[in-house]
């Protein structure tokens, strides 16, 4: 003889996923059912996996180089891939004095780098032209659009973490991630 069935019938066991309301999001998360937007989960993408471009103009490149070595190990926040290539990075990180001579060299690779991109600026040199403010140097937000600005002389690579961190945060707040992929 059969057992009767229980009280949660058939129709529980086949229910949609779409049918999950906000007050069910607990029970959902219990069945390992995860519940989010697209353009959350297209960011939490982006912002896990950054690959900076260097480019190390001046003496704050070496504290970007320990950023990326052992003991401070910036993979943990998905940023080992430095590359080489514009075409094949996301984030510049503008390290060090900018010159007249090399803002049309910074902005050519700017341009070259696909969307979305994002720059940091690290250093007073960069910000502000810092200790060597004289005729032959700008600072790089005038060359392209900067995201975070990290300060120092050179910066210690944990600011640098922190920049990398508070970018981070910028990209999982976008708005209109997809529509901007799908060029909506």
């Known amino acids: 003889m059969e057992k009767p069935m229980a009280s949660s019938g058939p129709a529980e066991l086949f229910t949609r996923v ?6 069910n999001a607990a ?14 989960a297209v960011n ?17 490149a070496i504290e970007m180089m320990s950023m990326s070595a052992s003991r401070f190990d910036i993979a943990r926040f998905g940023a080992e891939v430095f590359r080489g290539s514009p075409r094949q990075s996301d984030l510049m990180i503008i390290a060090g004095r900018v010159s007249n001579k090399m803002a049309p060299v ?3 690779l700017y341009q070259q780098m696909p969307e979305p991109k994002w720059a940091i600026s ?25 995201d975070v600005f990290v300060p120092g002389c050179p910066p210690r690579p944990e600011q640098l973490i922190y920049a990398l961190m508070m970018l981070q ?14 060029n909506l």
């Open 122 to 146: 690290m250093g007073a040199c960069a910000t502000s032209t810092g200790v060597f403010n004289n005729y032959a140097l700008i600072p790089v937000n005038q060359v392209i659009p900067i």
């Open 27 to 40: 029970a959902a998360a219990n069945e390992g059912i995860v519940m989010t937007t697209l353009d959350a």
């Open 44 to 60: 939490w993408a982006r912002k896990n996996s950054i690959w900076p471009m260097t480019f190390g103009l001046a003496c704050c």
């Open 169 to 182: 945060e910028k990209i999982k707040n976008q708005s209109g991630t997809v529509k901007s992929v799908l």
């Open 18 to 23: 779409d049918d999950y309301s906000v007050a």
């Open 106 to 108: 910074i902005r050519h």
